[in-house]
Structures are given as structure tokens and as C-alpha cells.
């Protein structure tokens, strides 16, 4: 059917479909978009107009200059970092979700082990840093552990939530329906309580970074964080803001993709909610 | 006059099956027919039921002296005014909750473990948001122990009679109101309980998908041949579908009434404007109007 004769037929039919998806999802993100261009325009302006010193504050496109140089260097050491990330979010994610599980489950188990997991997150973690390396040695064990501690919270916390977030109309009509307590577990509160893991999950993988970090600045020879503390004292200023771009680059991702699996594992909410990545 | 009232507070065995079953077939023929299926067993025979609830220790008498039962087959309503312990009662013979005294009995057993053998559907759809219609439909079946293939096959053979044929595999939230409540009663329906409690079960509704679907609730009643409890606020609605219908007092809530309606069955949407109905549905309301003002 011919375009001109439909009446009122959008411009942008004329575009094939996926220039289309493009428009629409890059008028989405233009904002964002804008906010980093006047930033780093700002930032770079500043730089070359008061003349400050690459050791003090380098310019943006200085920073992305030695991201392109020492492209080899920083790969390295981002693997290494989301090597520690990957493996602590993960034994956050399966430690956190059996500690929700039991709290769901039982009142003694919540009242016994509660106040211990709200008391783990008042202990500074730069205190419990150093005394892992002193327990577990060097090498990857102390970081992941750093990033799981940070990490456990949040899940824990929101599943804890969801699971008690049933509607108890609901936990009525299974009983009708002949359900017993495990039932209701399984098919009510842990589909229940999922939104709310994925909402930890975001939270949690935010803090990942800074975990991964903080676990590597008190003792380690590899991960972004190691560089940032070893450039620093050699004015390699310009290196320390190359690393910090990729963290917050690795945590933009990182973020995304928790959003990813939630929309393939809870297309439902999805459906109802919309997008909130 | 085509409905019969009868005052169930002062004697308790004023109204038995017996006399029930003889008026509704003196009356009309046409009954004569439905009053066979009802096999004059009482499936559900509360006497003396009362309840008390202990709140911050002061004791709150919900419910007292209530003589209900419904036969099997049949379509009982129970209207009255708000906080009469309408929804306490379906909770007891659910088993959702127990009386603090009288007896109930069901098909002439105390059932003490009588949880998961009677339906029980609530004003609230409870779709469950993550399950497609068709896994929602067969909730009640799997909690059973039926395999989910088995229980799928039985659910959508029934899905063209419940007008959700083509939404099979649409979350709830894409469904009107009409459509989840019922998506609801499928649920209900292949749980294949004896009997079914529906508890305002069209209260979400508007008046336009209420008349509706209570055409195709009576459709579907007298195909499946089960005993259905309704507690509503709305005569008409009550009239329309029931056999009989209890008026509550307030509370503590007691039967106060019960009244046949003896419209021949199949009832129509233009019966609730003939005479017989208005004349039965004034003298409801006016005993639901006593209720609520003392």
C-alpha cells in the first residue's frame, strides 16, 4: 500500500525498521547524552583555557588518549577487576538468597540471625579489608570476599522484604486449594519476593565496583584499583582518571545487564511496569 | 406471591429441608425439576454457629446462633449489612477459620480437616501476576498434585466456555475485570471441590459486565451440578441467582430471614423487572433496611 494514501501516516514509516528502533532508542538516551557532552566540554574548555597542569587535572581528551595507549595495560587489570566482581557478586547473589530463603522461612532463624547480618554492615569495611588479607592471604580470596560483604546486604534485605510482601488473600486461597506451607513458599512468596531481588541486585552491583576497588587499594598487584594507588605517586594523574572512566563504564554495564536478565526472567513484571533501565 | 419468607431466629427447626422442598414444588412445576438435583441431602448444615474474636482481650462477638444450610445442587445467597460476619461464616466452612461454638457439618460429617475440599472464591480476582492465564487457570489443579500437562489439557478444553479462548497465554494484567474474575472462577471450577463459596464475588465489576456474567454464571451452575454459598450486597443479584436467600442481621450477625424464590429456572435478565421479583426484592430490602437501622 502506498504511503500517500494514508492519511496521517507518521514520517518515520518511511525509515525501515531497525533505523527506527535506533531514532527511538537514541532520542531515549539523548539526555544522558547531552549531560556528559556540556560536562566534558565544560571540563575540557576549563583545562585548555587555565592551562592546568596534566598532573592536577588532565583534560578529557588526554584521558582518552591514554585509554588508547595503554589500552593493553588497563585491559589487564579490568579483567582482573571484573574477575573479583563477577565471583563476589556471585557468592553475594547464592549466599544472600539461602540466608533470605531461611529468614522467609523461619521466625527463629530471622529473630537469631538479623541483627548479625544489619550488625556486619555498621563494621567499616576498610577496618575488615586489611584483616582479610591477613586471614586469607593475597591473591583473589580477600577481594571477592570484600565485594560479597558489600554485596549480601541489599539482596538479602529486598528478598527478605519480598518474601514477606505476600497477600495473605492469596495465601488463603491456596490453603482452600489444599496447599501446604512449602507450596506457599515456592509457587507465592519466592516469585513474590523476585522484583525485589532484582532491585537488590541493582543495588548491589553498583556497590560491586567500589568493593572490588576498596579490596584491591589495601593490597594487591593487579584490578584497576592497584593501578589508580600505584599511579597516583607518580603524578600519572591522566592514568588514575583512565581508570576511573572504565569502573564507572564496567558499572553502567553491569547495571544494564541486571536489567537484561530481569526482563528475560520476569517478563511478566516487565510487561506490567515497563521498562526501568 | 412468588417468594416465601420464613423467620429462622425464634425457632430453629421451623424451617426444615422438608418443608422447603414441599412449598417450592407446590408453587411451581417448573421447580419440580431442580428440586431433584438438590436430593434433599444437606451438604452444608451449620446450627447454633457462633464466633467470638479475643482482640487486645476484649472479647467481639462476630456471629451468633446461626442456623445456614444449603442442599446439595443448590444456590443459597446470604445478604447483610457490612461487618454482620458474612465473610467470618465462609471462612469457617472453608476451614479457614474455626467457630468458638455450635456445629458444622458437611454431607452430614463433622469435617474438621475440611480445608482444600471446599472452593472458595474471593471479591479479589488473586490471579497470580507472573502466571499466564492458562498456568492461573490450573493453579488449583497443580497445588493438587496433577501433572501440569494433564492440567493444562483439562484447562483449556474449558477455555472457549469461559470466553478465554485466545488469551491463554496472557499475563492477567493484559485481561479487564470481567475476563480475571473469570479466569478466577476457571481456577475455582477445575479445583472440582462439591461445593463453591463466592464472597462478592461481582463486586469489582460494573453493572454492565455484572449482568453478564451472571447469565453465564447460572449457565455454567446448572451444567456443573455443584452447591454454591454467595455473600453479596445486592438483592437483585441475589434474587436473580439464587434458590433462597438468607438475610444476615448486623452484628452479632444471625440468620434474621430466609426466603424461596421460586422463578422457574432458566432465569432470564428480564425476570428482575416482573412482579414477583420486585415483590420478593421490597420485602428483602425492607427486612435489610430493619437490620441495618437497629
Known amino acids: 500500500m502506498s504511503i ?75 579483567l582482573a577487576t571484573i574477575e573479583e566482581i563477577v565471583v563476589g557478586f556471585a557468592l553475594a547473589l547464592v549466599c544472600g538468597f539461602a540466608l533470605a530463603t531461611a529468614i522467609g522461612l523461619s521466625r527463629t532463624i530471622e529473630r537469631a540471625l538479623y541483627p548479625f547480618i544489619i550488625a556486619s554492615q555498621t563494621i567499616p569495611i576498610i577496618v575488615i579489608a586489611p584483616m582479610l588479607l591477613i586471614w586469607v592471604g593475597y591473591g583473589l580470596a580477600p577481594k571477592v570476599i570484600v565485594v560479597a560483604l558489600i554485596c549480601f546486604f541489599p539482596i538479602v534485605v529486598n528478598m527478605v522484604d519480598g518474601l514477606k510482601s505476600v497477600d495473605s488473600d ?9 496447599a501446604n506451607r512449602w507450596a506457599i513458599f515456592l509457587k507465592l512468596q519466592v516469585p513474590t519476593s523476585l522484583p525485589y531481588l532484582f532491585s537488590g541486585l541493582r543495588i548491589a552491583i553498583a556497590f560491586s565496583v ?40 564496567l558499572g553502567v554495564s553491569l547495571f544494564a545487564m541486571v536489567g537484561i536478565v530481569e526482563r528475560f526472567a520476569l517478563p511478566w ?9 | 406471591m412468588i417468594g416465601r419468607l420464613f423467620c429462622c431466629h425464634e425457632n430453629l427447626d421451623f424451617e426444615t429441608g422438608n418443608d422447603t422442598m414441599a412449598i417450592s ?16 441431602t444437606r451438604i ?44 467470618t461464616l465462609l471462612n469457617i466452612i472453608a476451614g479457614l477459620d474455626d467457630q468458638t461454638e455450635g456445629s458444622l457439618k458437611l454431607r452430614g460429617e463433622e469435617a474438621s480437616d475440611r480445608l482444600g475440599t471446599v472452593g472458595y472464591m474471593q471479591q479479589k480476582d488473586l490471579l497470580l501476576p507472573w502466571r499466564s492465564v492458562l498456568d492461573n487457570a490450573i493453579f488449583g489443579l497443580e497445588l493438587q498434585g496433577v501433572s501440569k500437562r494433564e492440567a493444562r489439557d483439562r484447562a483449556s478444553a474449558l477455555m472457549e466456555q469461559f470466553g478465554l479462548d485466545g488469551f491463554e497465554s496472557e499475563y492477567p494484567s493484559a485481561l479487564s475485570g470481567g475476563m480475571r474474575q473469570r479466569v478466577a472462577f476457571l481456577r475455582t471450577v477445575l479445583a472440582d471441590q462439591q461445593m463453591f463459596l463466592l464472597d462478592e464475588p461481582f463486586g469489582a465489576l460494573d453493572a454492565l459486565n ?25 438483592v437483585d443479584e441475589a434474587i436473580f441467582l439464587s434458590d433462597r436467600v438468607y438475610v444476615m442481621s448486623a452484628r452479632p450477625g444471625t440468620m434474621r430471614l430466609v426466603a424461596n424464590v421460586d422463578l422457574p429456572r432458566p432465569r432470564y435478565l428480564e425476570m428482575v423487572t416482573s412482579e414477583g421479583f420486585v415483590e420478593l426484592k421490597t420485602e428483602l430490602l425492607s427486612a435489610i433496611r430493619r437490620e441495618s437501622a437497629s
Open chain 1, 4 to 78: 500517500v494514501n494514508r492519511p496521517g501516516v507518521c514520517e518515520s514509516y518511511a525509515f525501515p525498521n531497525w533505523l527506527r528502533t535506533l531514532i527511538t532508542v537514541g532520542l531515549r538516551w539523548l539526555p544522558a547524552v547531552l549531560i556528559v557532552v556540556a560536562v566534558v566540554g565544560f571540563w575540557e574548555a576549563y583545562v585548555r583555557i587555565f592551562d592546568v597542569q596534566k598532573w592536577l587535572l588532565p583534560a578529557p581528551s588526554v584521558i582518552a588518549k591514554t585509554i588508547g595507549v595503554d589500552a593493553g595495560l588497563l585491559w589487564g587489570h579490568t
Open chain 2, 44 to 87: 452444608i448444615d451449620v446450627v447454633g454457629l457462633g464466633k467470638v474474636f479475643d482482640q487486645n482481650g476484649q472479647s467481639l462477638t462476630v456471629m451468633e446462633r446461626v442456623n445456614f444450610h444449603a442442599y446439595e445442587g443448590e444456590f443459597v445467597s446470604i445478604i447483610g449489612p457490612s461487618g454482620c460476619g458474612k465473610s
Open chain 1, 269 to 277: 513484571w516487565h510487561k506490567e511496569h515497563g521498562s526501568r533501565t
Open chain 2, 25 to 40: 414444588q407446590q408453587h411451581n412445576e417448573a421447580m419440580a425439576s431442580q428440586s431433584e438435583q438438590f436430593h434433599e
Open chain 2, 210 to 234: 455484572r449482568s453478564q456474567i451472571h447469565e453465564w454464571l447460572l449457565g455454567l451452575w446448572e451444567r456443573l451440578n455443584k452447591t454454591i454459598v454467595m455473600v453479596t450486597h445486592d
Open chain 1, 170 to 178: 492469596v495465601v488463603s486461597l491456596m490453603r482452600t486449594l489444599g
Open chain 1, 210 to 249: 567500589i568493593g572490588a576497588v576498596i579490596g584491591e587499594w589495601v593490597g594487591s598487584s593487579e584490578g584497576l584499583g592497584y593501578l589508580m594507588i600505584r599511579s597516583k605517586p607518580q603524578f600519572l594523574t591522566e592514568r588514575v582518571f583512565a581508570a576511573i572512566v572504565i569502573l564507572s563504564a
